[in-house]
């Protein structure tokens, strides 16, 4: 099952997005499967990140490594400091 989070298009950094996508694949017990710089309901800048719960494999559960820019791993956009931002994410 998939599920959504939103936060805010204020990140201080990506490593800030990184510690809270880690800390929610822990509490969530679901793997990141994309991150996407979109507008939510109110039309407010947010980064939406979709987890899927639908698991048997915990491996590198809470282990993201989220860099700057579309390098190695799973592209994505994030807002940081509200400026949408390339990004790209993976797990040892």
Do not use: W
């Amino acid at each position: 099952m998939a599920i959504k989070r939103h936060y805010t298009s204020a990140m201080s950094s990506i490593q800030a997005l990184e510690t809270r996508c880690n800390t929610d694949e822990l509490n969530l017990s679901a793997k990141l499967q994309s991150l996407d710089a979109v507008k939510n309901t109110n039309g407010v800048k947010v980064t939406e990140a979709t987890y899927d719960s639908d698991i048997d494999d915990f491996t590198g559960l809470g282990e993201l490594t989220i860099t700057d820019g579309a390098g190695g791993g799973t592209a994505g956009d994030a807002y940081i400091l509200t400026v949408r931002t390339k990004v790209s994410f993976s797990r040892p």
